[in-house]
């Protein structure tokens, strides 16, 4: 018997554990908060910016001197009959023991070192426009996944609307059917139509499980999250868009796209990766000091030397000449990408007024005449005035025309946060 209640108890306890697992949080956010924890706790970020780090540390690494070298040898274990006595080291030790020792350190000329220095340098401020580049790649993506999500949950309240409405005039018609005063056709017409909507729902599920799952991944929250966006910035404030100066961004977007600052900055680091190769041209010096005991005509000798490459045969000259023709390519590719980007910008510009244009050709209380048009197709049919075809014909067209103001909506947020993208600044 206590085995039989022990086993209940596990199982029961299972199935709690279970049920836990899968109960969602629901965190209710606008677009600024998501925002503000997407670039707080994104782990993508937080990993991408040690790569700053990472060319400040090369910048470390290229002011440091080369470390010195020390060399000891021709150290004998042993003597032999021809051995000559020196000196001993202490007592009676190292009367017949030879030692050699040599320092030598490495002296660049021609400035290379400060050369190299300003060449990490440069690769620090391009290692920030790549973060750049990186976060405006990711913040796009964030967003879009923002406005689907809002979008999503826009068109699902609108179906289960549907579903809710279409589930009362079941009840209604059921008892219709059941005493016989309604054909049991036109109720199942009905319900092909519940099913329809509830195909919608299931489908638009399915894509907001998709997006929560790229939303949660993106602002590092807890798995069993469920992201809820309220209403605030689907819609954009017209102000942002009609202040817009398209000579201006374009302008800014030359001057300011991440990806366009490392261009420049790649011209940067092309003219000190010259200098630095026409300083190859002098040798470096080798400056040393040696301590010779027991092997010279002196017992214990000192002597100084220097060593360097006689530049008989190389000069740097094709490095040289490499260098030189990619400061002549990054002029190219500068002017090609200087084109580029302002065609990228005008596109983005003239998409977005577009889809503004679509946007303000519905008039503002189309929307709240449409819900109100549809509650009274529905009320009449109910009341037997309209037939079911022209009822169902009503709500089909209603939600084609709901969904064409809300992709309207969409459309506008995403073709203005892709102008925002293309010029590489935020539209305030």
Do not use: C
């Given at each position: ?243 817009i100066n398209l000579g201006n961004l374009m302008a800014s977007a030359v001057e300011n796209r991440p990806d366009m600052k490392v261009i420049k900055l790649g011209n940067d680091y092309n003219d000190n990766k010259y200098k630095y190769e026409k300083a190859m041209r002098t040798p470096d010096v080798t400056l040393g000091i040696s301590y010779d005991r027991g092997a010279s005509t002196m017992n214990d000798f000192v002597g100084l030397g220097f060593a360097l490459d006689l530049p008989f045969f190389s000069r740097n000259q094709g490095n040289i000449k490499a260098a030189k023709i990619a400061i002549d390519q990054g002029k190219l590719l500068t002017e090609e990408k200087t084109i580029s980007v302002q065609a990228e910008v005008l596109q983005a510009y003239e ?78």
């Amino acid at each position: 018997m206590k085995r039989i209640l022990l086993t209940l108890l596990v199982i029961v306890s299972h199935k709690s554990v279970a049920q836990n697992a899968t109960i969602n949080d629901t965190i209710v956010l606008s677009r600024t908060q998501a925002e503000a924890l997407f670039l707080d706790k994104n782990l993508s970020i937080i990993s991408e910016k040690l790569n700053i780090d990472i060319a400040d540390a090369q910048v470390i690494q290229a002011k440091l001197w080369p470390n010195p070298t020390l060399t000891i040898g021709e150290i004998n274990l042993w003597h032999n009959a021809t051995a000559g006595e020196v000196p001993a080291l202490w007592g009676n030790f190292g009367k017949t023991t030879q030692v050699t020792a040599e320092l030598e350190q490495l002296v660049q000329t021609a400035g290379k070192r400060k050369k190299m220095i300003a060449m990490e340098k440069v690769g620090v401020d391009i290692a920030k426009e790549y973060f750049k580049t990186f976060l405006r790649n990711l913040k796009i993506e964030f967003r879009g996944n923002l406005t689907e999500l809002q979008y999503n949950q826009a068109q699902g309240a609108i179906y289960k609307k549907q579903v809710s409405s279409m589930q009362t005039m079941l009840k209604g018609y059921s008892n219709q059917v059941s005493q016989g005063n309604i054909g049991r056709g036109e109720y199942i017409r009905l319900k092909a139509s519940e099913l329809n909507f509830l195909k919608e729902i299931s489908d638009l599920q399915k894509e907001n499980n998709a997006l929560q799952k790229e939303l949660k991944v993106l602002m590092n929250l807890p798995a069993t999250s469920f992201i809820k966006l309220t209403d605030e910035g689907f819609v954009p404030d017209q102000k942002n868009i009609d202040n817009i100066n398209l000579g201006n961004l374009m302008a800014s977007a030359v001057e300011n796209r991440p990806d366009m600052k490392v261009i420049k900055l790649g011209n940067d680091y092309n003219d000190n990766k010259y200098k630095y190769e026409k300083a190859m041209r002098t040798p470096d010096v080798t400056l040393g000091i040696s301590y010779d005991r027991g092997a010279s005509t002196m017992n214990d000798f000192v002597g100084l030397g220097f060593a360097l490459d006689l530049p008989f045969f190389s000069r740097n000259q094709g490095n040289i000449k490499a260098a030189k023709i990619a400061i002549d390519q990054g002029k190219l590719l500068t002017e090609e990408k200087t084109i580029s980007v302002q065609a990228e910008v005008l596109q983005a510009y003239e998409d977005l007024i577009v889809t503004k244009k679509l946007y303000e050709s519905v008039d503002a209380n189309y929307e709240t005449d449409l819900d109100k048009l549809l509650e009274s197709y529905r009320k009449n049919f109910m009341q037997r005035n309209t037939s079911m075809l022209e009822y169902l014909d009503f709500v089909e067209a209603y939600l084609e025309n709901k969904s064409i103001l809300i992709n309207s909506k969409k459309d506008l947020n995403k073709n203005l946060e892709e102008l925002r993208y293309i010029a590489g600044e935020e539209i305030n």
